[in-house]
């Protein structure tokens, strides 16, 4: 690995390669909120075990987490659900959309996994039926894994989400339908939009999934946040299912557990080693942010992360 | 990692332990000249990269390749095409069963990805097209990587796959009429069906591919066998894809680039260390040797071989 | 033609001959309200369009219409909008069960017609938007019908739909979601379960949908209910998709336009001659009712209806 | 009805009405010899049940068969299978693409009705597993529905489509792996292609298929073509799925059965009056002729032909 020096002046490097290709992509515009960021907007971080955070670019301006809060999601619902977790979600690439009814419909109310639209909704259906203050909650565990207490849901977002989550709430009923959800569908979906709308940041971000790097053990804390097979579940959930339709080619690109969001993020675990996030709201016709994309690619190709 | 006398007795005694699950499986009854394979035989072994073979059971009685030649056919593809194969077929996972003729009409002829049956036609229309006697050529590769020249295909096993080869020549076919086959429908088919028909044992396989675990030299000759970034997308497919629909739950419970054939192997490959091989007939639902995946999940825990 | 007290000693004959059948169907369970209900009723009704009506067995006992409601609703909504109303809704037969969410997916929220689920939903939401009492207005145009002022809507089954319309719900958000809903969706679904609640009687059905046997002129009062044209719409819509699943098996054995609900009622339209009417509460497979089907296939044999 | 020399001006009227909506659609181009048919020609014929033929236009120019062809074959099944057939054929609208693989996958290789491909090819399968040379029997059956001995089959055509049915040979394929095909594939394609091939006139079409409009019998030499019962199922599938996707629309618009072909040829039973024909080769989106579907849905219009 590289010095700490080589390791800034590195992603400095990347990002000025890669940012270029903002204009190849398109800011998502299915909600107001988020079509309003400015698409220049770029930054990379690597946090690393031993405790170190290097960065570049906008590293600390918030963007909204959106599908990557299914990752926190996913850990506090196996934290109270064991095995029962999985009779209600598969842990299969789905091969189609993100956010597709039909393969709900054919597998009976079982989303392919808790990465897709319905996975991460039944997920919300258990932090909602086993967590007293879902919402809360699920800022209190982000801010415990960032060491941040300002660490919010962005309220404009979150109304916009609701305003605009008809297809979510198909997929919710869908699901209720066949008895696959416990708590009320509104109850549910404010949750996800909610966890959906917080802002954070790259360095914030990158620092909160050590423990995913680490067998389910924080760095800083040295806190257990999710046992060893846990922390390990998830990194083969975002291995085959992180990257929407093109979790197979970022296999292929990059080798690493990844996930992306509409705010433009994405974060890849590197296991033993760290995490690095990176962020540029301009998305491919897959919903992943071309720069990120990029940069995460060029940066694993670099210090040589594939783990394949 | 253990002393080889270690090693091997590990293999005997968890070969030992898994043993008894075949009799929850199935052996594959889809043509005669495989259901007639004893349900009780069972081996596996490994192969590492410093020249080593261990192995229990047995090893060296000869199996039906069937699905895994698909890696074989693919490496040999990727030799001949280069970025031009990635237009014809998809690295995505498939979210269906092996042999869906759905998802290959949504996507208009582009199958999935190279390991379900649609993908693997397709490679082997791109041999037949590209060797000049592709079905010698196929176990002239196998003859070499295994440095046995008795690799050979078992015509009783190849005879009754074209006999019930309906579904796949509907595959090709559709492909066909989506103008993604090249050469005649027959002669693809009769390539395909030769390859899945050889005949290999454990040790042997476990040898022949090291190459994936050693960034595409082969250890033993040290022949280049595929590019490095071609052997890591080999691994990077057979990691989200290899396992049929069950190959989330592999990478769950193990976490290694494997590929499971109908014939009741499974291999995996486990990067700069070696590959594992594992046989057993009888299969779950899901076409995955019962007692070969308990036997490489375990070996893997032992031997703390997970990727994430 | 027969006369009249041959007509009504058929249909005591027939009912008594097809009765038997209620033990092979089962009574529609998905709600309590419907579940309750005596399998071993059993009607028949004829209103012709010289006013007469013949009858037998329970024709004067409630029934729930369920989806036969979708009739009265369409020509309500036809009512109010054009050629704009097939813009938001197909005329094909759908080749999928009754409430697929799949097709509506596929078909980007247009419904394939209106007499499936989605379809329903779709005219239900017209109605909301066009009407300014919807509900009312649909109870006032089944009085006006039927001339009687008793019919009503089934509180205790209009609170156990709107309890257990998770998969409608489903069906109506998606639709939202293509911007193919204008009202709230629980307003739309209220509509839309009431309608579906409301309580009649055979003889009651017979007559009230005679103008569509009559050119869309109701024979009693001479009223246009609705214009030639959209009379013979709704018959052919009828005729490909109102049996559900088993609409071509129905053109097959009787050759009539006819609705089927899951209250156990079936209608068939004879044009130029008048209305038929069965109901028995156990269903087939398809949703059909087995005694009611039996009767009116029996019954257009006897008096020659086909239109093939 | 009309006397006949107003029957022969109304068609002489309507056609050239009609004609130049020719310019809106598309000549079938998926084979070369379909493709190469001057857009220009237009044709409509009226055969009644009392032996007159009435005509405008190019009503003896011959046009080939193509999908209309699926009507005879069934007719010719339905001679020598009873409810055998019906086990191994459906009877329900599609509400799919006229080849979709799809559907018939998921129902088992069992097609949904006769006059979809995979339906007629089934019907094809019967035919040349039960007439000792199904191709030669079929042209029979139409020369002694006509009364013509120059009909044929255009050996241009036959070849060209033999060499562009790789769809209709994965459908075929398909069903065989179901075990619903009992013939060898390529002899069921070639029958199949053969039958699509013929070549026949608007007069001649007429004249052939009177008996559908007669229960059966065919009114020229009284012979029982088919039961009654037969003749009014297969009017039953003609006017739920006779015109592809556009079947709804069709009822909706004209209210008879019918069945249209991609040569651009659509026939039209009345029952108890005659049949209709009409030709010209661009084809709508759905593949039904433009002018073809225009010119039958005006004359049933002016005599009052619509069932409903």
């Not at 605009?164 to 066949?178: D, E």
């Not at 970022?250 to 590197?270: D, E, M, Q, Y």
Request: include cysteine; glycine fraction near 6%.
């Amino acid at each position: 690995m590289k010095h700490s020096a080589d390791l800034t002046s590195l992603l400095q490097q990347l990002l000025e390669q890669c940012r270029p290709l903002y204009s190849q992509g398109k800011v998502a515009n299915y909600i107001p909120a988020l079509a309003q960021v400015a698409p220049q907007h770029a930054a990379v971080a690597i946090a690393t075990l031993d405790g170190q955070v290097h960065s570049a670019g906008d590293a600390r301006l918030n963007f909204s987490l959106q599908s990557i809060s299914k990752i926190f999601g996913l850990v506090m619902a196996m934290n109270r659900l064991d095995d029962e977790l999985w009779q209600r979600v598969n842990m299969e690439p789905s091969g189609q959309p993100f956010n597709s009814i039909v393969q709900l419909e054919w597998e009976k109310g079982i989303p392919r996994n808790p990465v897709i639209n319905a996975g991460a909704i039944l997920v919300a259906d258990v932090l909602v039926s086993h967590y007293s203050a879902s919402k809360t909650a699920f800022l209190t565990f982000l801010r415990r894994l960032t060491g941040e207490q300002n660490i919010y849901a962005d309220q404009q977002v979150y109304l916009s989400e609701l305003e605009h989550g008809n297809r979510n709430a198909a997929l919710a009923y869908l699901m209720k339908s066949f008895g696959n959800i416990e708590a009320e569908v509104p109850l549910v979906l404010e949750h996800y939009f909610h966890q959906c709308a917080t802002a954070i940041n790259c360095e914030q971000l990158a620092q909160s999934l050590l423990f995913l790097a680490n067998r389910g053990v924080q760095p800083g804390s040295n806190e257990q946040i999710c046992s060893r097979r846990d922390a390990h579940r998830v990194n083969a959930i975002l291995s085959t299912s992180g990257m929407y339709d093109q979790s197979g080619e970022f296999a292929f690109k990059v080798g690493l557990p990844a996930k992306s969001g509409v705010g433009g993020a994405i974060v890849a675990i590197v296991p033993q080693f760290g995490v690095i996030t990176a962020w540029s709201p301009p998305l491919n016709r897959f919903g992943n942010s071309v720069v990120a994309m990029q940069l995460i690619s060029n940066l694993a190709d670099e210090l040589g992360l594939s783990l394949f």
